[in-house]
């Protein structure tokens, strides 16, 4: 994640509102009624011997 932020943060300021564009649409279709993120997840319960 670091890196990818150094990317953007040396783009233009054009480029860097494209980017924030975009990942806002893209993050809107996973957010929940509050708009955070919802991301889908699932437990798998699991037992290992040694």
């Known amino acids: 994640m670091a890196s990818i932020g150094q990317i953007v943060v040396g783009r233009p300021p054009g480029t860097r ?3 924030k564009r975009h ?3 893209l993050s809107a279709e996973s957010a929940g009624p509050d708009g955070l993120p919802a991301l889908p997840h ?9």
Do not use: S, V
């Open 17 to 19: 509102t494209e980017i």
């Open 23 to 25: 990942f806002d649409l």
């Open 42 to 50: 699932a437990a798998l319960p699991a037992q290992a011997r040694h």
